[in-house]
């Protein structure tokens, strides 16, 4: 597999990788334990920031072990492992940060009242946790014609072996592109 950068920049994103990926943990784990210890901040809100920061702390320990951006050999069950929790864990990211929008909507623009505000945490949990998993599983299967969708739109010029799971699909093909859209 051919690389898009050369070896010193490889090493400069390797070396950003891993200082974003520290400070991400550092902030997640001072959120994470200033939930847990102090009761206070067991409010509505800061119960999304929390969830949140579970998983974007998964992203950032998935980020500092390995190197699977910047390594050629993409076909290891750890890779494969990897691979699946950053998708899980970037998936929930993003739905909290859409939990915490809607719950912004509902208490000030719909004028919910704080506690009625906590019965959709179960709703918000299913959604979020669900369809992450539901992410994660899906990236890693043969989907034939949805490989071709997402090419034919992101990649036109790409050919994509559809037998193959998606994240390996694209790995490869990807691999073979030098030039940007």
């Given amino acids: ?16 990788n891993r200082i974003s990926g520290c400070l991400s ?24 920031v929390f969830y949140y920061t579970v998983s974007d702390t998964i992203f950032s320990v998935m980020s500092l072990i390995g190197e699977a951006p910047f390594s050629p050999d993409l076909n290891q069950p750890f890779c494969t492992a990897q691979g699946a929790l950053i998708v899980f864990s970037n998936f929930a990211s993003i739905l ?4 915490m929008s809607l719950q912004c909507l509902l208490a000030v623009s719909l004028r919910k009242k704080i506690r009625d505000l906590n019965r959709y945490h179960v709703i918000y949990h299913s959604f979020v946790w669900g369809t992450s ?30 037998s193959k799971p998606v994240a390996s699909a694209l790995v490869e093909a990807l691999s073979s592109v030098h030039e940007p859209l």
Wanted: glycine letters at 6%; a neutral charge; proline letters at 3%.
């Fill in 96 to 99: 909290w940060s859409c939990c």
């Fill in 25 to 48: 943990l550092v902030g997640g784990a001072a959120v994470i334990s200033t939930y847990c210890v102090f009761e206070r901040y067991h409010t509505v809100v800061n119960k999304l």
């Fill in 133 to 162: 998993i539901f992410m994660a599983i899906l990236f890693f299967v043969p989907l034939g014609g949805f490989v071709h969708a997402v090419a034919y739109f992101y990649f036109a010029h790409v050919t994509i072996d559809t």
């Fill in 1 to 16: 597999m051919s690389s898009f950068f050369t070896p010193e920049q490889l090493v400069a994103l390797r070396a950003l």
